[in-house]
């Protein structure tokens, strides 16, 4: 009884294997796995980065000044916090405005963002002055010109034609003009007897 007992295992110990080794021989080499980098939060923080960290999109390893700055004012559970209640569209936005008002704040502890806030609003206030100063002056100028124009419209209107000579008086005055060429007398062209010029007889026949 004995034999057949420990007989009975060693037969069907070859046979339950047999499946088992022919699918391992027939199962594809696993690929070790790929090791990342651990995110700049996780890496300051000393911490494992597990695959679905909040914060690895945002603070890349190679950007670690960019979390130091966030987590030095606002802390890195607070920051979780944030991005958590937030969707995944937002967060990039407001990161950035976190890493800018942690980085405001640090150089100015009294007033942080809103002092760069004001400083920036005085800019353009001072700005909008200058541009209506200029305004007013591109203004004024074209009214001192439409001004010219119409006066110098209203000189033209008022002053009297100026008389065109008849060609009977054009004749006359150059007649007047050159005495030496007809002689001292003004009616030289008047003269009837003009007979005298050309002889007795016409040139003609």
Known sequence: MEHSEV???CASSPQ?????????SSSPPRTPPVVLSPCAACKILRRRCADKCVLAPYFPPTEPTKFTIAHRVFGASNIIKFLQELPESQRADAVSSMVYEASARIRDPV?????????????????????AKAQAEVVNMQLQQANLVALLCMEVEQSPPSPQPTPHQSVDDFIRNS?????????????????????????WT
């Open 16 to 24: 339950s294997l047999s499946p088992k080794s022919s699918s391992s």
């Open 179 to 203: 005495p030496q060429s007809y002689g001292s007398n003004p009616s030289f062209l008047e003269d009837n007897n003009l007979e005298s010029l050309w002889g007795p007889e016409p040139l």
């Open 7 to 9: 007989a009975t295992p």
């Open 111 to 131: 007033y942080g963002c809103a002092g760069a806030i004001c400083q920036l609003q005085k800019q353009v206030n001072e700005l909008q002055a200058q541009l």
